[in-house]
């Protein structure tokens, strides 16, 4: 969730105009239904989008934390998308903030995503197939030279950008994809981006193409829209219990007025303080908490009772319940550190437990109404897999599951920010997720440790510890754990996660189950001379598809045999033949099919396989530049897929099930150990 306001909105806007010393009748709109105000903002998205002369091509919405930009550009999106106009009352809105019925905009959000995920977006918006990241731009520039009309994108919560907080990916959004889409002339682009990365990105742009609109500076802040917000939100026709601040017309007004005035056009701030007004607005005193001498807590007239900020609207309602703000602020914390859509309602008191170093049980059991107003729920629906053709066995189910966070990244922050020591707190939060992996078995692993523990450790600054564990790069989410690996100087990596790294783009390109996760991993290993990392990682339990016997770094490989050299004791030696090119011709060498070494043989000697053997071969394999299929020849069951991070130069499959593969990198041998027909 990015910048949020008050859902909702009453008032309108009026316009005067006079023409030769006459006055025509006011002429009066109503506000956005959903925004609730913004109109000059609007009215300058409107004009973007209809591409109204003297309008800028590229507009950079920013402002402060809370300030409202994601509901101001999912308001504005609302008057863009064919379904929401016909829900929003058009006619009684300003004209000059509704575009007309043009074709949407591209919408990349990139909530939670790389920005190489959101440029993926972009790309399967025009119909792209570039098949590296690299490759999208080059395609995406001819796309849009053979296009007739130019194309209109919004990226909206580039805050929220990536899978790892502490990554840093709205940066590198805004850097790799932002910066380049807005320098290509026939792109027209609105992004909502935070205040820290705004100017650089407004900055790569002649003025005239470009303008950033903050929505904390005067001429956008619309401070009587975030009254109406703050006066509709205390209405009981929009749930507010029935009070004397919310039934008496002046009295809601006066606090409204109030509120934002405090809150000095913060958004977030007017928000939170809303809610918190409203969850309990009679002070109470729970078990454990000593009663505090309150006053009125709605009363306008007394700055002292309404906050100024998000961490005000914290402590004056912990105050009001009778309750310490430093006990709200730790019970908030696992929240506030929390990654992703939220945490398992489940972690949440052992990880309070850790980040106190004390029993937060009670607390949290009776701080209901203390954490209320500040928290909200997310429901994960169960997501039945769907069986494959042929496949009679009935999948697992993932079974539903309640997360709980914070209502604002910006709150996150505010309580972040007021801990002694931020890093301690995360270091005990990680610390307490790795006891809680079962046996230090991450198949068995609760999803929000196996897939975020990374994430919690790199914020610590002991992710390269982690990065030994074979079962985490199998279980873990690919692109997650890549996010944070990237994220670490090279340096401070070990080998085995350097070896993670080089494969990690080829684990989330082929988005592999954990199995063949395990087995490409299990190769890169072997590759890389870690043997005892590829051999762990066959006592994790799953089937993998295959065993690496050897692996060369042999570039330039362009034939790849299995034969047999024959020898006097009887049973033939099984060899794989090279080929590598020369200057003037070519060379071919001998290795052992079985394990590693080369055989001091004339590679003329070597049989290969009879038309026989081959025929009565129990696997087939078919391969394309980066893809290898394997089957059984009998039933026509895959055994095997490998997909290759780098091209596929050769390959081949010997009669016993050892498939030979010659890449950029090397030349590799891996043992099928799918059962064969006569194995039964």
């Known amino acids: 969730m990015g910048d949020e306001e008050v859902m909702g909105a009453s008032g309108e806007e009026e316009v005067t105009s006079a023409s030769a010393g006459t006055a025509r009748p006011a002429i009066t709109y109503a506000p956005h239904p959903y925004v609730g105000g913004r109109t000059p903002v609007l009215r300058a998205l409107a004009a973007w989008h209809m591409r109204w002369p003297g309008a800028p091509r590229v507009i950079v919405v920013t402002g402060a934390p809370g300030s409202g930009r994601s509901r101001l550009v999912a308001g504005f999106l609302m008057l863009c998308d064919p379904d929401f106009r016909k829900r929003l009352p058009l006619d009684d809105l300003d004209p000059a903030t509704v575009p007309p019925d043009l074709p949407p905009p591209a919408v990349p959000n990139p909530r939670g995503l790389t920005a190489a995920q959101t440029l993926r977006l972009l790309a399967d918006h025009v119909g792209l197939a570039a098949g590296e990241t690299t490759d999208i731009f080059p395609e995406l520039a001819a796309e849009l030279a053979a296009r007739k009309e130019p194309l209109t994108v919004v990226v909206p919560d580039v805050d929220l950008a990536g899978p790892v907080r502490a990554a840093d990916e709205p940066a590198r959004l805004v850097r790799e994809v932002l910066m380049p889409l807005a320098a290509t002339p026939t792109v027209h682009l609105l992004a909502d981006v935070p205040r820290e990365l705004a100017a650089e990105l407004a900055g790569s742009l002649p003025r005239r193409q470009v303008q950033l609109i903050d929505l904390d500076d005067p001429e956008w802040a619309d401070p009587e829209g975030l009254v109406r917000h703050a006066e509709t939100a205390l209405t009981p026709e929009a749930g507010a219990p029935d009070l004397p601040f919310t039934t008496d017309p002046v009295a809601r007004r006066a606090l409204a007025e109030a509120l934002a005035r405090r809150a000095n056009g913060s958004r977030l701030t007017v928000h939170l303080a809303v809610r918190a007004l409203l969850a309990?607005?009679?002070?109470?005193?729970?078990?454990?908490?000593?009663?505090?001498?309150?006053?009125?807590?709605?009363?306008?007239?007394?700055?002292?009772?309404?906050?100024?900020?998000?961490?005000?609207?914290?402590?004056?309602?912990?105050?009001?319940?009778?309750?310490?703000?430093?006990?709200?602020?730790?019970?908030?914390?696992?929240?506030?550190?929390?990654?992703?859509?939220?945490?398992?309602?489940?972690?949440?008191?052992?990880?309070?437990d850790a980040v106190t170093g004390r029993d937060m049980s009670q607390v949290i059991a009776e701080g209901t109404l203390l954490a209320a107003p500040f928290v909200e729920r997310v429901e994960i629906p169960a997501i039945p897999a769907i069986p494959a053709e042929g496949d009679a066995d009935v999948p697992t189910v993932p079974p539903a599951r309640t997360l709980i966070r914070l209502t604002h990244p910006a709150l996150a922050a505010e309580i972040r920010s007021g801990m002694p020591d931020p890093r301690d707190a995360q270091t005990r939060i990680a610390m307490a997720l790795l006891e809680a992996v079962p046996q230090q078995d991450w198949s068995r692993a609760d999803p929000y440790v196996r897939d975020r523990l990374a994430a919690h450790t790199l914020d610590a600054g002991l992710l390269p510890q982690l990065l030994t564990d074979p079962g985490l790069f199998t279980h873990a989410d690919p692109v997650t754990l890549r996010t944070a690996v990237e994220a670490v100087p090279l340096d401070q990596l070990g080998a085995p996660a350097r070896t993670y790294l080089r494969t990690a783009p080829l684990l989330t390109r082929s988005q592999a189950p954990a199995a063949l996760r395990a087995a490409l991993l299990e190769s890169a290993f072997v590759e890389d001379g870690l043997l005892p990392y590829a051999e762990a990682l066959h006592g994790l339990g799953l089937n993998l598809p295959w065993r690496t016997l050897w692996s060369l770094p042999l570039p330039g490989v362009v034939s790849v045999t299995a034969g047999v050299l024959p020898s006097p004791e009887g049973a033939g030696r099984p060899v794989a033949t090279l080929v590598v090119p020369a200057e003037a011709s070519t060379t071919a060498l001998v290795h052992d099919l079985l394990r590693p070494g080369y055989v001091d043989a004339d590679p003329a000697q070597v049989l290969p396989p009879s038309e026989d053997a081959r025929a009565t071969a129990p696997y087939g394999f078919a391969r394309d530049a980066d893809h290898i299929t394997v089957w059984a020849r009998e039933s026509g069951t895959v055994v095997a897929e490998l997909p290759s991070g780098t091209p596929l130069r050769a390959a081949g499959l010997s009669p016993e099930g050892i498939l030979l593969t010659a890449t950029e990198r090397g030349v590799t041998a891996r043992q099928l150990l799918a059962p064969t027909p006569t194995q039964g």
């Open 280 to 352: 309990h607005p009679e002070p109470t005193h729970p078990e454990g908490f000593a009663p505090a001498d309150l006053t009125d807590p709605a009363d306008p007239a007394d700055p002292s009772q309404l906050p100024a900020t998000a961490g005000e609207v914290l402590d004056l309602h912990a105050r009001r319940l009778g309750a310490d703000p430093r006990t709200l602020r730790q019970m908030l914390a696992p929240l506030a550190f929390a990654e992703g859509d939220g945490l398992p309602v489940q972690l949440w008191r052992p990880l309070a």
